[in-house]
């Protein structure tokens, strides 16, 4: 099993591990087995290199097809394609739902990185 290397720990409400997310992009599961890859040009994978969505630079986040399924935005509101909030990613890593209730951390992950976690691999 290779280490994972400057990995930041994706956590559940309770602070239990739920996976990482290395600083190369690659996001693994709390068995340290390959989830999925965030690629330097927006690129999102699932374990097998298949295209599963795009995270644009202004925030958009799209499907493998281009079609807008979300936002993140600079403060960390998380909002649905339909402009509804969905969630938000704090400066602390705290991860919360659209009512406030905390689902997760996420400490020194990058904000947009952090919502794929939670909202494309479903780490909470």
């Known amino acids: 099993m290779a280490l994972a290397i400057n ?3 994706i956590e559940n409400s309770s602070h239990s591990t739920t996976g990482f997310i290395n600083s190369n992009g690659t996001i693994e599961n709390s ?4 989830a999925g890859y965030i690629r330097n040009d927006g690129t999102i994978e699932n ?5 599963i969505g795009y995270i644009r630079d202004d925030g958009t986040i ?24 969905i ?8 991860v919360e739902n659209e009512s406030h209730s905390t689902i997760g951390h996420a400490e020194g992950v990058n904000r947009r990185w952090a919502a794929v976690c939670f909202f494309f691999f479903k780490f909470n």
């Open 87 to 94: 969630g938000y990613v704090h400066d602390d890593g705290t």
């Open 7 to 9: 990995a930041q720990t």
């Open 47 to 51: 374990e097998s290199h298949s295209t």
């Open 31 to 34: 068995s340290h087995s390959t």
């Open 62 to 85: 799209e499907n493998e097809s281009h079609s807008t399924i979300g936002y993140v935005h600079d403060d960390g509101t998380v909002e649905n394609s339909s402009h509804s909030t």
